[in-house]
């Protein structure tokens, strides 16, 4: 199989080789959920488990809180292109740097970050092929070494039209030319009390919509 853009996707044999590149920077964007008895879930971060054993040299980036709007009711909302920039630029990254993105799921929280980047302007990032679990499962090194990527100069170029709202979303929806799709897995949409009319869903794991904003003690 051929992709289209190769680039956005790099192989473990790829990061094995590259870890010691001063140019290159490896971030975990692990965020784990556990379910409610009364339905959604409460989102843990993965700093925790990223701190316990990691790609070495990987620094961390927290969607349950750095890099999520903190003003917001609701987790995991894009936050401002002045917080994006302080995040990213704490983590080493700015202009003439390569970032990999990885997470513990599928990958959904590495995807997710990806297009936060794109969305500022950022387009030398990918994603690792298979992730924690394609890396440990090959017997690839681990480390529980701290981040030690120097600080950079991040400068965003927001791209307004990657993101909608929801007045935009709920004109369109029915409409021609639009297929709103959910980011589910098929269990967790049939779950959903109220699913989004037209939407289709898609297979990347057990989240759903309907989880509550819960932010990590300390």
């Known amino acids: 199989m051929s992709w289209a853009n190769p680039h956005y996707l790099v192989e473990t044999d790829w990061l094995a080789a590259n870890l010691e590149d001063p140019a290159l920077r490896v971030l975990e964007c692990t965020t784990i959920l556990h379910p409610r008895p009364d339905g959604g879930y409460k989102a843990e971060s993965g700093r925790a488990t990223w701190a316990a054993g990691h790609i070495p040299r990987s620094g961390f980036a927290d969607l349950t809180d750095d890099l999520c709007d903190r003003s917001a009711s609701w987790l995991y909302m894009m936050p401002s292109a002045e917080q994006m920039a302080t995040a990213m630029a704490r983590l ?127």
């Open 92 to 218: 080493g990254v700015g202009d003439g740097v390569r970032v990999v993105l990885y997470d513990r799921a599928v990958n959904m929280w590495a995807a997710r970050v990806w297009w936060m980047l794109r969305a500022v302007g950022f387009d030398h990032a990918a994603v690792l092929n298979g992730g924690w679990k394609k890396w440990t499962l090959e017997g690839r090194p681990t480390s529980t070494a701290p981040c030690a990527y120097p600080p950079a100069g991040f400068v965003t170029r927001p791209r307004p039209e990657l993101f909608v709202g929801k007045d935009a979303v709920l004109a369109r929806t029915g409409g021609p030319g639009a297929s709103p799709a959910a980011a589910t897995s098929r269990r967790a949409s049939s779950s959903i009390r109220r699913p989004m009319p037209t939407s289709h869903p898609t297979c990347c794991g057990g989240t759903s919509p309907t989880r509550e904003r819960s932010r990590p003690a300390g």
